[in-house]
């Protein structure tokens, strides 16, 4: 939409830097959520139901990487591939990249130079996914 967004700067300016192709916009939020800092659900299916495709979107180019600037379980970002697998359904390869991950003060233990965590979809048959670890730096 017209207002402004961190993901889309980042998206830029990762392009601008080479790891990327281009920035399209195919995913807009149909349905407001609250924010999970606010003490919101954090339901990728509730993330899903609320985004659709934006009209005029062109189907989306492999691999998709999928942009946010703030993490804290991952549920949007698994909604956003959700609604994208659900659309367009010969979609294989959907990538999320965060700029930060937020931490609960029990999981701070030290300030780390850079966390990176690489993961798969983990779909289950009550239609509930998470993330399911590959490897971890």
């Known amino acids: 939409g017209p207002h402004h967004s961190v993901s889309r ?13 281009s920035v399209d916009e195919i995913l807009v939020r149909g349905t407001s959520v609250e924010r999970a800092s606010r003490s919101g659900r954090r339901s ?8 659709r495709i934006a009209d005029g979107a062109p189907p989306p ?14 549920a949007q970002m698994i909604g956003a591939a959700l609604r994208l697998v ?25 300030i780390h130079d850079h966390v990176r965590r690489v993961a798969r979809l983990v779909s289950r ?10 490897e971890t730096d």
Do not use: K, M, N, W
């Open 44 to 51: 990728a299916l509730l993330h899903r139901d609320s985004l």
């Open 86 to 110: 659900d659309s367009f359904p010969g979609l294989t390869e959907i990538y999320g990249f965060a700029l930060i991950r937020t931490v609960t003060e029990p999981e701070f233990e030290a």
């Open 9 to 21: 700067e980042i998206a830029h300016a990762l392009v601008a830097a080479g790891l990327g192709q």
């Open 125 to 134: 048959e009550s239609g509930a996914c998470s993330f399911g670890d590959l």
């Open 61 to 74: 180019r492999e691999p998709v990487v999928l942009i946010d600037d703030v993490t804290t379980t991952g």
